[in-house]
């Protein structure tokens, strides 16, 4: 079992900055790829980005590309989604969740909520 917990959300204007965290506990945290997943209100899940188990290769949403990083620190068990030039698109819940095969979410957060005011 591995447990993950977000948090760093909040309400922040367009064109603002959030960092958020999602701390691991439980299984060895760095046996996992990692992702950051979205959900806006009434709409589906979206894959936001993934980082690989060592943070050597990362994979990013188009939308968020070149205004979002995803990285981590395995002797924090921790990973992190540095959010740039904020938009209103971006109000989500936002979670962490845990892959070994970046098709199959293992473990999921609770989620952290993210408003972007326009």
């Known amino acids: 079992q591995v447990q993950l917990v977000e948090s760093g959300g909040g309400v922040v204007q367009a064109g603002g900055s959030l960092r958020l965290s999602c701390a691991a506990s439980g299984r060895t945290f760095s046996v996992y790829a990692m992702a950051w997943i979205r959900q806006a209100p009434g709409k589906e899940r979206e894959f936001v980005s993934a980082?690989?188990?060592?943070?050597?290769?990362?994979y990013y949403a188009d939308s968020v590309k070149g205004r979002f990083t995803i990285s981590r620190d395995n002797t924090k068990d921790t990973v992190y989604l540095q959010m740039n030039s904020l938009k209103p698109e971006d109000t989500a819940v936002y979670y962490c969740a845990a892959t070994t095969d970046y098709v199959k979410y293992d473990y999921w957060g609770q989620g952290t909520q993210v408003t972007v005011s326009s």
């Open positions: 980082i690989s188990r060592n943070g050597g290769r990362t």
